[in-house]
């Protein structure tokens, strides 16, 4: 067995430092059972938030060596372990203890985003026909585990501080969803231009690189949010051009 | 937005200062090689605009074959209007570049690139920024980049008249006289990869990609315009790759027929 430091951010409320933790690891462990293994024998009081160990629950949000990922897919071999790997919370929430943050500013904003809403049924028993081709796109974002890795990296929201002005990317996307779903009747453009203020992102993909589903964020769903956008406000051609059709 | 109540402002860990971060990766290779790619383009740019006249004779043509230089395509005048006033340069490439630069000032590619790279908003992933006040791209001036799409239309036009251009470099000064023998030169085979690059980055572009397809939808009903967006996007998911080589392809064909006119490098004829 090797042996590697860890710099754990230990405090509450947003006071605290980094302490030291060197212990053993083998071949095959990820960021999670250090950290557990730690908490397990020299540190029972530290707070960390973890469930399904397998990158599908989206709780063990972290910063690893300046980076945010979830501490259960992020292996060891990855890290250069001759130096101290650093462990933090996520920067853009605030902070409860430990490695753990309140996120539950995504939630209120998930609500303030217009439901789902579907045409009419397509057939007499209240259910509706759609091609797979047709829900290829908004499937994409389905695959979102809401770790809230993007919304931590995200400039405007992590060191702008905007969150009762910008939605972040997580739900940039949840509104890509609704919005290509082809089934969906609802617009939502006006609320992302003036109440969303999807302007505020400058494609600088930090987002994409973060996300550990590999949902293409920009390209896939913002990019084509923003043109839908500017197709309602910002072209005046295009706009003659839908009257005369 | 403004409903959601939550102690957010100022953050739990403050804001963290121009280049503060925990990264230990070399996170700033990035932003520079951006930085030098774009200036290098940039100063090669203006060099070329300005230095048009080689001892009497343009830069942006070679003698006897029916190459130009894609920086001065279409040709609209060789020297100034006559209302020109005297005092002030002339350029005739400022008629038109504007459509190629603004296209590329408004790719969502370079957007990204540049905002990191020459405006450090932020410099890099997870890193602290030099400034607190921040827009985005919801006022002036950079609202601009919603036009991207204008700038696409002028962009699509110059690819047709950069493969005109380079079906004119298959034709060279011959007995009948100027422009009247179909020929093959190094040069030529330059001239026919310009278009070609440039229509790899023109056509995967973003607003093409939605103009195309992205803005419907249902797209199964409609299997043209489906296999047109899946090509598109195929583009797209390559779009920075082919905004690097198109541009500096550009600039190597400006050196080309440059270094030719100037009689520094030979032209190879092939037929």
């Known amino acids: 067995m090797s042996t590697a430091t860890f710099q754990i951010w230990r405090g509450e409320r947003g006071n605290g430092k980094f302490v030291d933790y060197t212990t053993e690891y083998e071949t095959g462990m990820v960021v999670l059972d250090v950290v557990h293994k730690i908490q397990g024998s020299v540190a029972n009081d530290m707070a960390v938030r973890w469930n399904c160990k397998a990158g599908k629950c989206g709780s063990c949000s972290a910063e690893i060596n300046g980076k945010p990922r979830l501490m259960c897919m992020t292996r060891l071999n990855q890290l250069d372990l001759t130096q101290p790997v650093t462990i933090e919370p996520m920067k853009t929430f605030p902070h409860v203890k430990d490695l753990v943050t309140d996120v539950s500013w995504n939630y209120e904003v998930k609500k303030k985003i217009q439901k789902f809403t579907p045409r009419k049924p397509d057939a007499p028993d209240g259910t509706w026909r759609v091609q797979q081709a047709d829900v290829d796109r908004p499937q994409e974002f389905r695959k979102c585990i809401e770790c809230f890795l993007c919304q931590d990296v995200c400039h405007v929201l992590r060191d702008h501080r905007l969150h009762d002005e910008f939605i972040g990317p997580r739900f940039l996307i949840h509104t890509a969803q609704l919005e290509m779903n082809p089934l969906d009747t609802g617009n939502r453009l006006k609320a992302l231009k003036d109440d969303y203020n999807i302007g505020y992102c400058n494609i600088t993909k930090c987002c994409t690189k973060v996300c550990p589903e590999e949902i293409k964020i920009t390209d896939n769903g913002i990019i084509p949010l923003k043109e839908r956008v500017v197709d309602e406000f910002y072209d005046p051609l295009g706009g003659l051009f839908k009257m005369f059709r | ?271």
């Open chain 2, 1 to 271: 937005m403004s409903s959601i109540d939550v102690p957010l402002k100022g953050g739990s860990f403050g804001t963290a200062k121009f280049g503060q971060t925990q990264r230990k990766d070399k996170w700033w290779i990035e932003p520079l090689l951006v930085f030098l790619g774009y200036a290098l383009f940039i100063v090669y740019a203006n060099y070329a605009i300005i230095n048009y006249n080689c001892g009497g004779r343009p830069c942006y043509e070679v003698p006897g074959t029916g190459y130009l230089s894609p920086m001065f395509s279409p040709l609209l005048t060789r020297g100034a209007p006559t209302w020109w006033p005297s005092y002030a340069p002339f350029f005739g490439t400022m008629l038109i570049l504007w459509a190629p630069l603004g296209f590329r000032f408004t790719c969502y590619y370079y957007r990204g690139a540049y905002y990191k790279a020459w405006w450090a908003d932020p410099i890099s992933c997870a890193v602290g920024e030099p400034r607190k006040s921040y827009w985005g791209e919801r006022k002036w001036p950079l609202l601009i980049q919603n036009a991207h799409r204008y700038f696409l239309y002028f962009a699509i036009i110059f690819i047709f008249i950069l493969t005109y251009d380079a079906w004119n470099g298959l034709w060279f000064d011959g007995p009948a006289g100027p422009r009247t023998q179909f020929g093959l030169g190094v040069g030529s085979l330059v001239l026919i990869l310009n278009p070609i690059l440039l229509g790899l980055y023109t056509f995967g572009c973003h607003s093409f990609r939605h103009l195309i397809g992205g803005r419907k939808d249902i797209l199964s009903t409609s299997p043209v315009r489906k296999s047109c967006y899946d090509c598109v996007s195929g583009l797209n998911r390559k779009h920075m790759l082919w905004a690097w080589i198109s541009m500096f392809y550009v600039g190597f064909v400006d050196l080309y027929i440059r270094l030719c006119a100037m009689g520094v490098w030979t032209d190879w004829r092939i037929l």
